[in-house]
């Protein structure tokens, strides 16, 4: 019995120790970062912004989005909340430029993160190229950690991306960092 309690101390104090190590490391890590990546699609970029700018209809082609409710204007702009995997998040979209540019920010408080998202759809050979840049910050020093270090800054972009390429039947074949 008492090695059980032992050796249920040292298992306890080593994942407080891991803790404190990780939100030691986080805690120097800088609060900002920018992070983008680009695809090329064979589509239109009309076609492909009115498939992003349908906040509602996200579900239908994005695996982490169950569910989408719209929230009216308030302050005139649109205000939309995704539930998934990563929780219910609220947005605002900040920039609305038709069939070249969306820029969507979090307005939620609470969540340890906030930031913009910028899609810019710039035509060229013949189809359009989607670029997506994270302007985001990261309180929570232990999940600012594990963003930089365990499932990197890009990881939600390049969901994103592969979501929207297999929508369109097309395989984003590789990313571009901007």
């Known amino acids: 019995m008492k090695l059980l309690i ?7 104090g ?4 891991l803790l404190a ?11 900002g970062h920018v992070a983008s990546r680009s695809i090329f699609l ?8 009115g498939l992003l700018r349908d906040f509602g ?7 982490d989005v169950t569910r989408v409710d719209l ?5 005139g702009k649109l205000n939309f909340r995704e539930h998934g995997k990563q929780g219910d998040i609220t947005y605002e979209l900040a920039e609305d430029v ?3 540019r969306i820029v969507t920010r979090i307005i939620d408080q609470n969540l340890g993160y906030s930031g913009s998202w910028t899609t810019e759809l710039t035509p060229e050979n013949g189809g359009t190229k989607v670029t997506v840049t994270e302007n985001g ?9 594990m963003s930089r270090y365990i499932f990197g800054h890009t990881a939600t972009i390049e969901g994103y991306l592969q979501s929207l390429a297999a929508h369109f039947g097309e395989s984003p074949a590789q990313y571009s960092e901007r």
Do not use: C, D
């Open 98 to 100: 038709p069939g070249q």
């Open 21 to 31: 190590i990780a939100a030691l490391i986080g805690s120097r890590l800088p609060v």
């Open 137 to 145: 910050e990261v309180t929570n020093v232990l999940f600012r950690f």
């Open 14 to 17: 080593g994942v407080l120790l």
């Open 57 to 63: 209809a996200s579900p239908s082609w994005r695996a």
């Open 6 to 12: 032992v050796s249920g101390a040292a298992l306890v």
């Open 42 to 49: 064979h589509r239109s970029n009309t076609e492909i912004y």
């Open 71 to 75: 929230l009216g204007q308030p302050a």
